[in-house]
Every structure is written in C-alpha cells, then in structure tokens.
Nanobody
Framework: QVQLVESGGGLVQAGGSLRLSCAASGRTFSSYAMGWFRQAPGKGRELVAGISWRGGNTYYTASVKGRFTISRDNAKNTVYLQMNNLKPEDTAVYYC?????????????????WGQGTQVTVAA
C-alpha cells in the first residue's frame, strides 16, 4: 500500500502561483511513476503532469506547458507541482496519484493509489 497526502491548495488571484506537495508513505516511493490529476465540476479527471521514477521523463497537458512544473524528491518521498501564472480555468480539485511502473500513463485508470485531493481556486 502507498498512502498519498496532498497539501498546498488554496485561493489565488489570476496570475498568481501555488506549489502543491504530495507526501507518500508505504512502499518504495522511487518505484512509482507519479501524476498530478485535476477534476473540475462536471468534467472528467485529466492528467495535468506526470513524472517517471527518477524524474527523467515528464509529461504535461498542453494547457499547462510553460506554466506548471512537476518534480520529485525521492529522498523525501515527495512529489511537487509548481503552478505559475494561474488562470481561472485551472480551478479544480487536484489529486496526486502513483502508478507501479516507470511509464507516465495519461489515463487515471492506470494509477494504483490516490490522495484525497486538494482544492485550487483561481479568482479572475
């Protein structure tokens, strides 16, 4: 089992920044590819960013490229999502997820463990 706990969400004005953190406990964190998903009201869950075991491979959905950065610190069992130049359309619940593979999968069904989510609200 892997337990994931997100933090860092909140309310921010458009153009502002937030950094989300996801602390993992349980099995070997470095054996999991990690992803940040988000889900806005009435919409499906989408992968925002993903990162492989040692951070060599990353993925970003088109709408966040150049604004968001995913990183991980395996020594601290933590993955981060730095979000800059936030827009109202970034408003959603953000979830951290772990997949027992080195491949950064883009669909939520391929992730094995999930955090409880953290709300990000961007005011216009």
């Amino acid at each position: 089992q892997v337990q994931l706990v997100e933090s860092g969400g909140g309310l921010v004005q458009a153009g502002g920044s937030l950094r989300l953190s996801c602390a993992a406990s349980g099995r070997t964190f470095s054996s999991y590819a990690m992803g940040w998903f988000r889900q806005a009201p009435g919409k499906g869950r989408e992968l925002v960013a993903g990162i492989s075991w040692r951070g060599g491979n990353t993925y970003y959905t088109a709408s966040v490229k150049g604004r968001f950065t995913i990183s991980r610190d395996n020594a601290k069992n933590t993955v981060y999502l730095q979000m800059n130049n936030l827009k109202p359309e970034d408003t959603a619940v953000y979830y951290c997820a772990a997949a027992n593979t080195n491949v950064v999968h883009t669909t939520w069904m391929q992730y094995d463990y999930w955090g409880q989510g953290t709300q990000v609200t961007v005011a216009a």
